[in-house]
């Protein structure tokens, strides 16, 4: 059964740095788009990053671009995120998503998806 399972959030003071965890059971994260999406509370929820399969393309919201750096570990078969310079604005949930069933390789129809990971900034 493919699932996805986020961890790493937490607390951190603004200007910290937090590194998420995206970990994929029963599928290659390597064979699929996987993106990073975040929602913060009464607001939508926002796509932030995506990896394209084989992370031909690679893409940032203007909101983190130079901040947040996406990688992936195909041994460890896993997408993580490395967030710097953290702003309170950064507060949310965090996922990640697969697009999985579709597999156009596109993040925006993503349709596998984490349960998320709490990530707060605030001194």
């Known amino acids: 059964q493919a699932r996805l399972v986020e961890s790493g959030g937490g607390l951190v003071q603004p200007g910290g740095s937090l590194t998420l965890s995206c970990a994929a059971l029963?599928?290659?994260?390597?064979?699929?788009?996987i993106g990073w999406f975040r929602q913060a509370p009464g607001k939508d929820r926002e796509e932030i990053s995506c990896?394209?399969?084989?992370?031909?393309?690679?893409t940032y919201a203007d909101s983190v671009k130079g901040r947040f750096t996406v990688t992936r570990d195909n041994a460890k078969n896993r997408v993580f995120l490395q967030m710097n310079s953290l702003k309170p604005e950064d507060t949310g949930v965090y996922s990640c998503?697969?697009?999985?069933?579709?597999?156009?390789?596109?993040?925006?129809?993503?349709?596998?998806w984490g349960q998320g990971t709490r990530v707060t900034v605030s001194s």
């Open positions: 990896l394209s399969r084989r992370v031909a393309f690679i």
């Open positions: 998503a697969a697009d999985y069933i579709y597999d156009t390789n596109r993040c925006s129809v993503a349709d596998l």
């Open positions: 029963g599928f290659a994260v390597d064979n699929y788009a």
